[in-house]
Protein backbone atom coordinates (compact mmCIF):
# COMPACT_ATOMS: atom_id res chain seq x y z
CA UNK A 1 0.00 0.00 0.00
CA UNK A 2 1.44 3.56 -1.02
CA UNK A 3 0.51 5.09 2.83
CA UNK A 4 2.64 1.75 4.30
CA UNK A 5 5.39 2.83 2.04
CA UNK A 6 5.36 6.18 3.37
CA UNK A 7 5.02 5.23 6.62
CA UNK A 8 8.16 3.53 6.61
CA UNK A 9 10.36 6.11 4.97
CA UNK A 10 9.10 8.09 7.69
CA UNK A 11 10.30 6.04 10.43
CA UNK A 12 13.50 5.55 8.70
CA UNK A 13 14.19 9.30 8.33
CA UNK A 14 13.19 10.00 12.05
CA UNK A 15 15.70 7.21 13.29
CA UNK A 16 18.37 8.95 10.80
CA UNK A 17 17.68 12.53 12.71
CA UNK A 18 17.46 10.77 16.10
CA UNK A 19 21.34 9.44 15.62
CA UNK A 20 22.39 12.87 14.53
CA UNK A 21 20.68 14.20 17.51
CA UNK A 22 22.91 12.04 19.58
CA UNK A 23 26.16 12.29 17.86
CA UNK A 24 25.82 15.85 18.21
CA UNK A 25 25.12 15.62 21.60
CA UNK A 26 27.91 13.72 22.33
CA UNK A 27 30.54 16.08 20.77
CA UNK A 28 28.57 18.79 22.55
CA UNK A 29 29.01 17.20 25.56
CA UNK A 30 32.61 16.10 25.60
CA UNK A 31 33.60 19.54 24.79
CA UNK A 32 31.66 20.88 28.08
CA UNK A 33 33.88 18.20 29.84
CA UNK A 34 37.01 18.96 28.41
CA UNK A 35 36.56 23.17 29.09
CA UNK A 36 34.43 23.22 32.46
CA UNK A 37 35.63 23.16 35.61
CA UNK A 38 34.48 22.32 38.65
CA UNK A 39 31.90 19.77 36.88
CA UNK A 40 32.39 15.86 37.68
CA UNK A 41 32.39 12.86 35.10
CA UNK A 42 29.59 11.41 37.04
CA UNK A 43 27.55 14.35 36.54
CA UNK A 44 28.28 14.19 33.16
CA UNK A 45 27.45 10.93 32.59
CA UNK A 46 23.89 11.37 33.98
CA UNK A 47 23.26 14.82 31.77
CA UNK A 48 24.21 11.93 28.85
CA UNK A 49 21.89 9.41 30.15
CA UNK A 50 19.01 11.98 30.54
CA UNK A 51 19.26 13.40 26.65
CA UNK A 52 19.64 9.98 25.04
CA UNK A 53 17.20 8.98 27.22
CA UNK A 54 14.55 11.34 25.78
CA UNK A 55 15.19 10.95 22.28
CA UNK A 56 15.01 6.98 22.78
CA UNK A 57 11.68 7.73 24.25
CA UNK A 58 10.69 10.12 22.10
CA UNK A 59 11.50 7.53 18.74
CA UNK A 60 9.70 4.60 20.49
CA UNK A 61 6.60 6.29 21.17
CA UNK A 62 6.40 7.75 17.21
CA UNK A 63 7.19 4.38 15.73
CA UNK A 64 4.52 2.82 17.85
CA UNK A 65 1.87 5.36 16.87
CA UNK A 66 2.67 5.20 13.37
CA UNK A 67 2.54 1.17 13.44
CA UNK A 68 -0.57 1.17 15.58
CA UNK A 69 -2.30 3.30 12.87
CA UNK A 70 -0.87 1.84 10.15
CA UNK A 71 -0.73 -1.69 10.64
CA UNK A 72 -4.00 -3.66 10.37
CA UNK A 73 -6.66 -3.92 12.90
CA UNK A 74 -7.48 -7.14 15.21
CA UNK A 75 -10.96 -8.06 13.04
CA UNK A 76 -14.50 -9.37 14.33
CA UNK A 77 -13.10 -12.89 12.38
CA UNK A 78 -9.95 -13.17 14.62
CA UNK A 79 -11.93 -12.19 17.74
CA UNK A 80 -14.10 -14.66 17.37
CA UNK A 81 -11.00 -17.28 16.04
CA UNK A 82 -9.60 -16.49 19.81
CA UNK A 83 -12.68 -17.39 21.24
CA UNK A 84 -13.04 -20.32 19.74
CA UNK A 85 -9.85 -21.70 20.50
CA UNK A 86 -10.02 -20.36 24.23
CA UNK A 87 -13.41 -22.97 23.86
CA UNK A 88 -11.87 -25.93 22.22
CA UNK A 89 -9.41 -25.57 25.25
CA UNK A 90 -11.36 -25.45 27.59
CA UNK A 91 -13.62 -28.19 26.10
CA UNK A 92 -10.43 -30.52 26.50
CA UNK A 93 -9.80 -29.44 30.01
CA UNK A 94 -13.02 -31.31 30.85
CA UNK A 95 -11.24 -34.51 30.72
CA UNK A 96 -8.13 -33.43 32.54
CA UNK A 97 -7.09 -35.88 34.98
CA UNK A 98 -7.02 -32.66 37.97
CA UNK A 99 -10.46 -31.86 39.24
CA UNK A 100 -9.04 -28.19 39.72
CA UNK A 101 -8.59 -28.36 36.25
CA UNK A 102 -11.72 -29.57 35.20
CA UNK A 103 -13.86 -27.49 37.53
CA UNK A 104 -11.46 -24.29 36.16
CA UNK A 105 -13.05 -25.52 32.87
CA UNK A 106 -16.27 -25.60 33.73
CA UNK A 107 -16.51 -22.21 35.46
CA UNK A 108 -15.07 -20.52 31.97
CA UNK A 109 -18.05 -22.90 29.85
CA UNK A 110 -20.42 -21.44 32.42
CA UNK A 111 -19.33 -17.85 31.68
CA UNK A 112 -18.98 -17.99 27.89
CA UNK A 113 -22.14 -19.98 27.67
CA UNK A 114 -24.09 -17.39 29.38
CA UNK A 115 -22.49 -14.12 27.97
CA UNK A 116 -22.90 -14.90 24.38
CA UNK A 117 -24.46 -16.98 21.72
CA UNK A 118 -22.77 -19.83 20.40
CA UNK A 119 -24.79 -21.98 18.31
CA UNK A 120 -22.93 -22.37 15.51
CA UNK A 121 -19.70 -23.79 17.63
CA UNK A 122 -21.73 -25.73 20.02
CA UNK A 123 -23.77 -27.65 17.47
CA UNK A 124 -20.48 -29.10 16.02
CA UNK A 125 -19.40 -30.31 19.57
CA UNK A 126 -22.43 -30.92 21.39
CA UNK A 127 -21.59 -34.47 21.66
CA UNK A 128 -18.17 -34.36 22.93
CA UNK A 129 -19.33 -31.53 25.52
CA UNK A 130 -22.34 -33.94 26.52
CA UNK A 131 -19.76 -36.72 27.32
CA UNK A 132 -17.49 -34.76 29.45
CA UNK A 133 -20.22 -33.42 31.53
CA UNK A 134 -22.25 -36.23 31.72
CA UNK A 135 -18.34 -37.90 32.94
CA UNK A 136 -18.47 -35.31 35.50
CA UNK A 137 -21.90 -35.88 37.13
CA UNK A 138 -21.22 -39.20 37.28
CA UNK A 139 -17.22 -39.38 38.79
CA UNK A 140 -16.57 -36.05 39.64
CA UNK A 141 -17.36 -34.32 43.62
CA UNK A 142 -20.28 -32.52 44.12
CA UNK A 143 -18.89 -29.55 43.63
CA UNK A 144 -17.92 -30.74 40.45
CA UNK A 145 -21.53 -32.32 39.64
CA UNK A 146 -23.16 -28.84 40.57
CA UNK A 147 -21.07 -27.20 38.26
CA UNK A 148 -21.67 -29.61 34.99
CA UNK A 149 -25.56 -29.70 36.01
CA UNK A 150 -25.42 -25.60 35.09
CA UNK A 151 -23.10 -25.98 32.40
CA UNK A 152 -26.05 -28.54 30.93
CA UNK A 153 -28.66 -26.08 31.58
CA UNK A 154 -26.95 -23.37 29.47
CA UNK A 155 -25.94 -25.97 26.93
CA UNK A 156 -29.75 -26.71 26.40
CA UNK A 157 -30.50 -22.68 25.82
CA UNK A 158 -27.42 -22.32 24.08
CA UNK A 159 -28.87 -25.12 21.00
CA UNK A 160 -32.22 -23.57 20.99
CA UNK A 161 -34.35 -26.16 21.89
CA UNK A 162 -34.67 -28.25 19.14
CA UNK A 163 -33.88 -32.08 18.52
CA UNK A 164 -30.10 -31.79 19.68
CA UNK A 165 -31.00 -30.37 23.02
CA UNK A 166 -33.57 -32.61 23.35
CA UNK A 167 -31.22 -35.79 22.67
CA UNK A 168 -28.82 -34.32 25.37
CA UNK A 169 -31.45 -34.01 27.50
CA UNK A 170 -32.69 -37.70 27.28
CA UNK A 171 -29.14 -39.14 27.61
CA UNK A 172 -28.72 -36.80 30.92
CA UNK A 173 -31.72 -36.99 32.60
CA UNK A 174 -31.30 -40.72 34.25
CA UNK A 175 -27.78 -39.02 35.46
CA UNK A 176 -29.97 -36.20 36.80
CA UNK A 177 -32.61 -38.07 38.46
CA UNK A 178 -29.82 -40.60 39.54
CA UNK A 179 -27.77 -37.70 41.81
CA UNK A 180 -31.35 -36.58 43.22
CA UNK A 181 -32.72 -39.17 44.22
CA UNK A 182 -29.45 -39.76 46.06
CA UNK A 183 -29.61 -38.86 49.77
CA UNK A 184 -25.89 -39.27 50.42
CA UNK A 185 -25.09 -36.89 47.18
CA UNK A 186 -23.62 -33.62 47.91
CA UNK A 187 -27.04 -31.23 48.56
CA UNK A 188 -25.30 -28.07 46.36
CA UNK A 189 -25.07 -30.84 43.30
CA UNK A 190 -28.93 -32.30 44.32
CA UNK A 191 -30.25 -28.49 43.81
CA UNK A 192 -27.87 -28.09 40.55
CA UNK A 193 -29.67 -31.52 39.63
CA UNK A 194 -33.27 -30.30 40.32
CA UNK A 195 -32.65 -26.86 38.83
CA UNK A 196 -31.53 -28.57 35.90
CA UNK A 197 -34.46 -31.12 35.30
CA UNK A 198 -37.04 -28.60 35.40
CA UNK A 199 -35.09 -26.22 33.14
CA UNK A 200 -33.72 -28.58 30.60
CA UNK A 201 -37.15 -30.30 30.58
CA UNK A 202 -38.61 -27.26 29.86
CA UNK A 203 -36.13 -26.11 26.87
CA UNK A 204 -35.40 -29.18 25.35
CA UNK A 205 -38.61 -31.75 26.08
CA UNK A 206 -41.50 -29.82 26.86
CA UNK A 207 -43.37 -31.09 23.89
CA UNK A 208 -42.69 -34.75 25.09
CA UNK A 209 -45.74 -35.68 27.58
CA UNK A 210 -43.94 -38.43 29.31
CA UNK A 211 -40.99 -36.41 29.86
CA UNK A 212 -42.77 -33.84 31.39
CA UNK A 213 -44.52 -35.79 33.92
CA UNK A 214 -42.39 -37.85 34.73
CA UNK A 215 -39.80 -34.22 35.67
CA UNK A 216 -43.42 -32.92 37.45
CA UNK A 217 -43.29 -36.54 39.81
CA UNK A 218 -39.96 -36.47 40.69
CA UNK A 219 -39.72 -32.52 41.71
CA UNK A 220 -42.88 -33.15 43.87
CA UNK A 221 -41.45 -35.82 45.32
CA UNK A 222 -38.65 -33.82 46.57
CA UNK A 223 -40.24 -30.60 48.08
CA UNK A 224 -43.29 -32.92 49.54
CA UNK A 225 -41.36 -34.00 52.01
CA UNK A 226 -41.59 -30.33 53.41
CA UNK A 227 -45.32 -30.90 53.99
CA UNK A 228 -47.35 -31.30 57.05
CA UNK A 229 -47.84 -34.16 58.53
CA UNK A 230 -51.33 -35.79 59.32
CA UNK A 231 -51.17 -33.77 62.52
CA UNK A 232 -51.04 -30.56 60.80
CA UNK A 233 -47.55 -30.17 61.92
CA UNK A 234 -44.38 -28.87 59.65
CA UNK A 235 -41.31 -31.32 59.90
CA UNK A 236 -38.21 -30.35 61.36
CA UNK A 237 -36.11 -29.69 58.38
CA UNK A 238 -32.63 -31.25 57.72
CA UNK A 239 -29.63 -29.54 57.31
CA UNK A 240 -29.76 -27.90 53.84
CA UNK A 241 -33.00 -29.06 52.98
CA UNK A 242 -34.86 -26.24 52.57
CA UNK A 243 -32.75 -25.22 49.90
CA UNK A 244 -33.32 -27.91 48.23
CA UNK A 245 -37.44 -28.14 48.90
CA UNK A 246 -36.76 -24.34 47.25
CA UNK A 247 -34.97 -25.38 43.89
CA UNK A 248 -37.18 -28.36 42.99
CA UNK A 249 -40.26 -26.49 43.78
CA UNK A 250 -39.33 -23.74 41.30
CA UNK A 251 -38.24 -26.10 38.95
CA UNK A 252 -41.66 -27.83 39.22
CA UNK A 253 -43.31 -24.78 39.03
CA UNK A 254 -41.53 -23.43 35.78
CA UNK A 255 -42.97 -27.02 34.53
CA UNK A 256 -46.45 -26.40 35.48
CA UNK A 257 -46.44 -23.41 32.85
CA UNK A 258 -46.74 -25.83 30.46
CA UNK A 259 -49.23 -28.59 31.85
CA UNK A 260 -52.50 -28.87 30.42
CA UNK A 261 -56.18 -27.70 31.95
CA UNK A 262 -57.05 -31.17 32.89
CA UNK A 263 -53.59 -31.75 34.95
CA UNK A 264 -53.58 -28.71 36.25
CA UNK A 265 -57.00 -29.15 37.97
CA UNK A 266 -55.74 -31.77 39.56
CA UNK A 267 -52.47 -29.92 40.61
CA UNK A 268 -53.96 -27.48 42.06
CA UNK A 269 -56.43 -29.26 44.22
CA UNK A 270 -52.96 -31.07 45.40
CA UNK A 271 -51.24 -28.67 46.58
CA UNK A 272 -52.42 -25.36 47.08
CA UNK A 273 -53.81 -26.30 50.48
CA UNK A 274 -50.12 -28.05 51.70
CA UNK A 275 -48.25 -24.97 50.15
CA UNK A 276 -50.62 -23.06 52.29
CA UNK A 277 -48.91 -24.87 55.34
CA UNK A 278 -45.46 -24.00 54.45
CA UNK A 279 -45.74 -20.76 54.45
CA UNK A 280 -44.92 -21.35 58.11
CA UNK A 281 -41.71 -22.53 57.25
CA UNK A 282 -38.32 -21.21 59.12
CA UNK A 283 -36.63 -20.89 56.28
CA UNK A 284 -37.00 -17.36 54.32
CA UNK A 285 -35.95 -18.27 51.09
CA UNK A 286 -38.19 -21.33 50.64
CA UNK A 287 -41.31 -19.26 52.63
CA UNK A 288 -41.06 -17.00 49.29
CA UNK A 289 -40.51 -19.57 46.83
CA UNK A 290 -43.81 -20.98 48.32
CA UNK A 291 -45.60 -17.61 48.32
CA UNK A 292 -44.31 -17.27 44.49
CA UNK A 293 -45.64 -20.54 44.09
CA UNK A 294 -49.05 -20.31 45.24
CA UNK A 295 -49.26 -16.97 43.46
CA UNK A 296 -48.48 -18.39 39.89
CA UNK A 297 -51.19 -21.56 40.56
CA UNK A 298 -53.99 -18.77 42.08
CA UNK A 299 -52.60 -17.15 38.07
CA UNK A 300 -53.41 -20.32 36.49
CA UNK A 301 -56.36 -21.58 38.05
CA UNK A 302 -57.91 -17.92 37.16
CA UNK A 303 -57.09 -19.00 33.80
CA UNK A 304 -58.57 -22.13 33.44
CA UNK A 305 -61.79 -20.85 35.53
CA UNK A 306 -62.83 -17.27 35.80
CA UNK A 307 -64.52 -18.05 38.86
CA UNK A 308 -61.82 -19.89 40.74
CA UNK A 309 -61.65 -19.15 44.10
CA UNK A 310 -58.74 -19.94 46.96
CA UNK A 311 -59.83 -22.59 49.69
CA UNK A 312 -60.06 -20.68 52.75
CA UNK A 313 -58.94 -17.38 51.34
CA UNK A 314 -59.41 -15.76 54.80
CA UNK A 315 -56.86 -17.85 55.95
CA UNK A 316 -54.60 -17.34 53.53
CA UNK A 317 -54.80 -13.76 52.80
CA UNK A 318 -54.02 -13.15 57.00
CA UNK A 319 -50.96 -15.33 57.03
CA UNK A 320 -49.68 -13.45 53.57
CA UNK A 321 -50.25 -9.99 55.50
CA UNK A 322 -48.57 -11.37 58.72
CA UNK A 323 -45.48 -12.27 56.35
CA UNK A 324 -45.71 -9.15 54.61
CA UNK A 325 -45.73 -6.74 57.95
CA UNK A 326 -43.22 -9.37 59.43
CA UNK A 327 -40.88 -7.23 61.89
CA UNK A 328 -39.32 -9.52 63.57
CA UNK A 329 -35.86 -8.51 64.90
CA UNK A 330 -33.95 -12.10 64.99
CA UNK A 331 -33.99 -12.33 61.46
CA UNK A 332 -31.81 -10.21 59.14
CA UNK A 333 -32.88 -6.95 57.56
CA UNK A 334 -32.76 -7.56 53.81
CA UNK A 335 -34.31 -11.23 54.66
CA UNK A 336 -37.44 -9.15 55.90
CA UNK A 337 -36.56 -6.37 53.50
CA UNK A 338 -36.96 -8.99 50.61
CA UNK A 339 -39.80 -11.14 52.36
CA UNK A 340 -42.21 -8.06 53.34
CA UNK A 341 -41.96 -7.12 49.31
CA UNK A 342 -42.21 -10.31 47.71
CA UNK A 343 -45.65 -11.13 49.81
CA UNK A 344 -46.91 -7.27 49.54
CA UNK A 345 -47.01 -8.40 45.72
CA UNK A 346 -48.97 -11.86 46.12
CA UNK A 347 -51.34 -10.53 48.63
CA UNK A 348 -52.26 -7.61 46.78
CA UNK A 349 -52.97 -10.05 43.45
CA UNK A 350 -55.06 -12.48 45.71
CA UNK A 351 -57.14 -9.71 47.01
CA UNK A 352 -57.32 -7.73 43.88
CA UNK A 353 -55.87 -9.87 41.16
CA UNK A 354 -53.58 -7.08 40.16
CA UNK A 355 -50.26 -7.81 39.49
CA UNK A 356 -47.22 -5.26 39.23
CA UNK A 357 -45.42 -4.79 35.98
CA UNK A 358 -42.05 -4.98 35.51
CA UNK A 359 -40.11 -3.87 32.46
CA UNK A 360 -36.95 -5.23 31.07
CA UNK A 361 -34.71 -3.08 28.85
CA UNK A 362 -32.44 -4.95 26.32
CA UNK A 363 -30.82 -2.94 23.39
CA UNK A 364 -33.77 -0.84 21.91
CA UNK A 365 -36.26 -3.45 23.17
CA UNK A 366 -37.98 -4.46 26.00
CA UNK A 367 -40.07 -6.80 27.57
CA UNK A 368 -42.82 -6.41 29.91
CA UNK A 369 -43.05 -8.99 33.28
CA UNK A 370 -46.68 -8.73 33.62
CA UNK A 371 -47.66 -11.98 35.28
CA UNK A 372 -46.57 -14.52 37.38
CA UNK A 373 -46.34 -16.88 34.98
CA UNK A 374 -44.10 -14.62 32.96
CA UNK A 375 -41.59 -13.70 36.31
CA UNK A 376 -41.30 -17.31 36.89
CA UNK A 377 -40.17 -18.02 33.34
CA UNK A 378 -38.19 -14.81 33.10
CA UNK A 379 -36.66 -15.44 36.84
CA UNK A 380 -35.81 -18.82 35.49
CA UNK A 381 -33.84 -18.04 32.60
CA UNK A 382 -32.12 -15.01 34.73
CA UNK A 383 -30.59 -17.37 37.49
CA UNK A 384 -29.01 -19.34 35.00
CA UNK A 385 -28.11 -16.56 32.79
CA UNK A 386 -26.96 -13.75 35.43
CA UNK A 387 -26.10 -10.33 33.48
CA UNK A 388 -25.80 -12.46 30.34
CA UNK A 389 -29.86 -12.43 30.05
CA UNK A 390 -30.37 -9.23 28.40
CA UNK A 391 -27.64 -10.43 25.69
CA UNK A 392 -29.64 -13.82 24.99
CA UNK A 393 -33.21 -11.65 24.88
CA UNK A 394 -31.68 -9.71 22.04
CA UNK A 395 -29.57 -12.53 20.13
CA UNK A 396 -31.06 -15.99 21.15
CA UNK A 397 -33.51 -17.10 19.35
CA UNK A 398 -35.19 -19.45 21.81
CA UNK A 399 -35.53 -16.48 24.51
CA UNK A 400 -37.07 -14.51 21.76
CA UNK A 401 -39.46 -17.36 20.83
CA UNK A 402 -40.72 -17.94 24.12
CA UNK A 403 -41.46 -14.11 24.84
CA UNK A 404 -42.35 -13.48 21.57
CA UNK A 405 -39.80 -10.74 20.23
CA UNK A 406 -40.08 -12.44 17.03
CA UNK A 407 -36.45 -13.01 15.14
CA UNK A 408 -33.70 -10.85 16.10
CA UNK A 409 -33.86 -7.23 15.29
CA UNK A 410 -30.64 -5.48 12.90
CA UNK A 411 -29.84 -2.80 14.84
CA UNK A 412 -28.63 0.23 12.39
CA UNK A 413 -30.14 3.56 11.94
CA UNK A 414 -33.33 2.82 10.20
CA UNK A 415 -34.55 0.32 13.22
CA UNK A 416 -34.09 2.77 15.75
CA UNK A 417 -35.87 5.46 13.14
CA UNK A 418 -39.10 3.71 13.03
CA UNK A 419 -39.07 2.01 16.82
CA UNK A 420 -42.56 1.30 17.45
CA UNK A 421 -44.26 3.28 20.70
CA UNK A 422 -44.18 1.51 24.06
CA UNK A 423 -47.89 0.83 24.26
CA UNK A 424 -47.45 -0.95 20.68
CA UNK A 425 -44.48 -3.26 22.05
CA UNK A 426 -46.45 -4.22 24.87
CA UNK A 427 -49.61 -5.19 23.35
CA UNK A 428 -47.89 -7.29 20.69
CA UNK A 429 -44.95 -8.94 23.67
CA UNK A 430 -48.54 -9.77 25.31
CA UNK A 431 -50.60 -11.12 22.24
CA UNK A 432 -47.44 -12.74 21.16
CA UNK A 433 -46.53 -14.73 24.57
CA UNK A 434 -50.76 -15.39 24.90
CA UNK A 435 -50.67 -17.16 21.62
CA UNK A 436 -47.84 -19.47 21.97
CA UNK A 437 -49.00 -20.38 25.23
CA UNK A 438 -52.58 -21.20 24.02
CA UNK A 439 -51.04 -22.87 20.72
CA UNK A 440 -48.80 -25.18 22.98
CA UNK A 441 -51.50 -25.91 25.50
CA UNK A 442 -53.55 -27.00 22.52
CA UNK A 443 -51.00 -29.66 21.73
CA UNK A 444 -50.82 -30.90 25.28
CA UNK A 445 -54.75 -30.97 25.44
CA UNK A 446 -54.99 -33.75 23.22
CA UNK A 447 -52.77 -35.65 25.60
CA UNK A 448 -55.01 -35.32 28.25
CA UNK A 449 -55.30 -39.19 28.86
CA UNK A 450 -51.53 -39.71 28.92
CA UNK A 451 -51.19 -36.67 31.76
Not at 216 to 245: C, D, V, W
Request: net charge negative; glycine share 6%; hydrophobic share 35%.
Amino acid sequence: MPRSKKGKRGRGSLRQEVLQLQLSTKASLKGVKNGLKGESAASDDELMSDILSHYSSASESTSVLEEGTGGEQVDEQTAQEETEDKLKLCIDNLMDKSAKTRLAALESLRLAFSSKVLYDFLTERRLTVSDCLERSLKKGSGEEQAAAATVFILLCVQLGGGDEAEEGFKILRPVLTAILNDNSASIVARQSCARALGMCCYVSAAEDGEDLIKSLALLESMFMSSYPNREGTLPTPKPGSSGLHGAALQAWSLLVTLCPASRLTELLDLHLPKLQACLQSSDVNYRIAVGETIALLVELGRDIDEDFEVEDSESLCECLKSLATDGNKHRAKNDRRKQRSIFREVLHYIENEDFTEEKIRFGIESVYIDSWMRRRIYDAFKEILESGVRHHLQFNPLLRDIFGLGAPLILDASVKANKITRFEKHLFNSAAFKARTKQRNKVRDKRADVM
